[in-house]
């Protein structure tokens, strides 16, 4: 069965034909290789293009095993070409040498369309960012949205609190929702996290000492939502006999934002406009996993589990996210996007005997658009001038 995900063919779609490169990144299993198997589907199907010039190559495939440097990616694309103008997918570009060189070489050798993913993100940073500086666009894979998750389940308004559940629960890796064995999904879960710890953290940051990163990922997902002091984390490790400098642990923890199962928000001073280098929180890409890793009820620590969801769908939808401070005041979320500003508190509900909630946003003093998230349905409305929405009908786009 397919999951459709329109919000991602929609955007290859635009860029199709472009001459910038289409650099698809994201935590493994996230969907990447899909999209871009849907995408090739289509052109052959609906756009007519020839499959002789199309060349799509996964590099964690045997079968391209000896394409190991910029050389040989070259050749074998060189001696597979058809006539015309060619479509390039390379799978997990990470795995080849010096890929960078054979693509700028296809860009300036070849009428050619490229598209490329990783499940790090390093990609997107030293040589591919001078040799390839402004002829690239990235799209950032994530796992299924809500909306994505509830459109799959043939979700309906009188199941969507119950889905909901499930999400936060679950997760939305597609694999974990093309199941309905709990054993099957926790598995698969286990899997992906070990596979990211493993490929994408141990290997990639030629870390010996597996134990701490593997401890420093436990010490994260149970704080979701949480400040994290560097210092504090780093005492905490050695009072459990796992001694670590603060300047190794901000290493690891810069490891697993690159590889995608982890995002930094950044406190920023809304007065001061300027980031505070401190109190930082740090977000996971899903709440299934955190679920299955430290062993818990998808109830512990509910409200920064919905916290993190609406973090992510922020992402998702193209923003960038801090946390807020404005005097003593935390603001959720202040998210940006162009010239728009939207910000942004999440509640499980709103207290009976406190405008805490509200108070947070209504004494900022700009016109900036003010919105409330909560996951009870009867406290939708304005509450002096504040709009206060379901955040399940927020996630599904109403």
Same mark, same amino acid.
């Given at each position: 069965?397919?999951?459709?995900?329109?919000?991602?063919m929609? %955007?290859?779609?635009?860029?199709?034909?472009?001459?910038?490169?289409k650099v698809?990144?994201?935590?493994?299993?996230s969907?990447?290789? %899909?999209?871009?198997?849907?995408?090739?589907?289509?052109?052959?199907?609906?756009?007519?293009i020839a499959?002789?010039?199309?060349?799509?190559?996964?590099?964690?495939?045997?079968?391209?095993?000896k394409?190991?440097?910029?050389d040989?990616?070259?050749?074998?694309?060189?001696?597979?070409?058809?006539?015309?103008?060619? @479509?390039?997918f390379?799978?997990? !570009?990470?795995?080849?040498?010096?890929?960078?060189?054979?693509?700028?070489?296809?860009?300036?050798?070849?009428?050619?369309?490229?598209?490329i993913?990783?499940?790090?993100?390093?990609?997107?940073?030293?040589?591919?960012?001078?040799?390839l500086?402004?002829?690239?666009?990235?799209?950032?894979?994530?796992?299924?949205?809500?909306?994505? @998750?509830f459109? %799959?389940?043939?979700g309906s308004?009188?199941?969507?609190?119950?889905?909901?559940?499930d @999400?936060?629960? &679950?997760?939305?890796?597609?694999?974990?929702s093309?199941?309905?064995?709990?054993?099957?999904k926790?598995?698969?879960?286990q899997? !992906?996290?070990?596979?990211?710890?493993?490929?994408?953290v141990?290997?990639?940051?030629? !870390?010996r000492?597996?134990?701490?990163?593997?401890?420093?990922?436990?010490?994260?997902m149970?704080?979701?939502?949480?400040?994290?002091?560097?210092?504090?984390?780093a005492?905490?490790?050695?009072?459990?006999?796992?001694?670590?400098?603060?300047?190794?642990?901000s290493?690891?923890?810069?490891?697993?934002?690159?590889a995608?199962? %982890?995002?930094?928000?950044?406190?920023?001073?809304?007065?001061?406009?300027?980031?505070?280098?401190?109190?930082?929180?740090?977000?996971?890409?899903d709440?299934?996993?955190?679920?299955?890793f430290?062993?818990?009820?998808p109830?512990?620590n509910?409200?920064?589990q919905?916290?993190?969801?609406?973090?992510?769908?922020?992402?998702?939808?193209?923003?960038q996210?801090?946390?807020?401070?404005y005097?003593?005041?935390e603001?959720?979320?202040?998210?940006?996007?162009?010239?728009?500003?939207?910000?942004?508190?999440?509640?499980?509900?709103?207290?009976?005997?406190?405008?805490?909630?509200?108070?947070?946003?209504?004494?900022?003093?700009?016109?900036?658009?003010?919105?409330?998230?909560?996951?009870?349905?009867?406290?939708?409305?304005?509450? &002096?001038?504040?709009?206060?929405?379901?955040v399940?009908?927020?996630?599904?786009?109403?």
């Amino acid at each position: 069965m397919l999951i459709s995900r329109p919000h991602y063919m929609n %955007f290859l779609e635009k860029f199709k034909d472009n001459e910038q490169i289409k650099v698809i990144t994201g935590i493994r299993r996230s969907g990447k290789t %899909f999209i871009m198997k849907m995408f090739i589907a289509k052109l052959k199907k609906e756009d007519g293009i020839a499959p002789n010039n199309i060349i799509s190559i996964n590099f964690e495939s045997f079968a391209f095993r000896k394409i190991k440097d910029a050389d040989s990616l070259y050749q074998y694309v060189m001696d597979h070409k058809g006539k015309g103008k060619q @479509y390039l997918f390379f799978d997990e !570009i990470q795995h080849v040498n010096s890929w960078q060189e054979a693509i700028n070489a296809f860009r300036v050798d070849l009428d050619c369309d490229i598209y490329i993913t990783g499940s790090n993100g390093s990609l997107l940073s030293g040589d591919l960012a001078t040799l390839l500086a402004g002829r690239y666009v990235e799209l950032h894979v994530f796992p299924l949205s809500f909306k994505e @998750y509830f459109t %799959f389940h043939k979700g309906s308004p009188e199941t969507a609190y119950n889905l909901f559940l499930d @999400y936060v629960k &679950d997760g939305g890796f597609p694999l974990v929702s093309l199941t309905n064995d709990e054993d099957v999904k926790q598995s698969i879960k286990q899997g !992906i996290i070990d596979s990211v710890i493993l490929h994408d953290v141990i290997i990639r940051g030629n !870390i010996r000492d597996e134990s701490a990163i593997t401890k420093i990922v436990d010490y994260l997902m149970r704080e979701v939502g949480n400040t994290i002091s560097l210092r504090k984390m780093a005492n905490t490790m050695k009072s459990n006999g796992d001694p670590i400098s603060i300047p190794t642990l901000s290493t690891y923890l810069s490891l697993l934002e690159r590889a995608f199962i %982890f995002y930094r928000a950044r406190r920023y001073d809304l007065r001061g406009h300027k980031i505070l280098n401190s109190k930082d929180k740090f977000y996971i890409v899903d709440t299934g996993l955190r679920n299955t890793f430290i062993n818990k009820s998808p109830q512990d620590n509910f409200g920064h589990q919905l916290e993190n969801i609406v973090y992510i769908e922020l992402l998702n939808r193209g923003y960038q996210v801090d946390i807020g401070q404005y005097d003593d005041k935390e603001i959720d979320f202040v998210a940006r996007k162009g010239n728009e500003i939207i910000y942004y508190q999440v509640t499980l509900r709103l207290p009976d005997d406190s405008k805490r909630e509200t108070d947070n946003l209504r004494f900022i003093p700009d016109g900036y658009k003010k919105v409330v998230l909560t996951l009870n349905m009867l406290d939708q409305g304005m509450v &002096d001038g504040i709009q206060v929405k379901y955040v399940v009908d927020w996630l599904l786009g109403k």
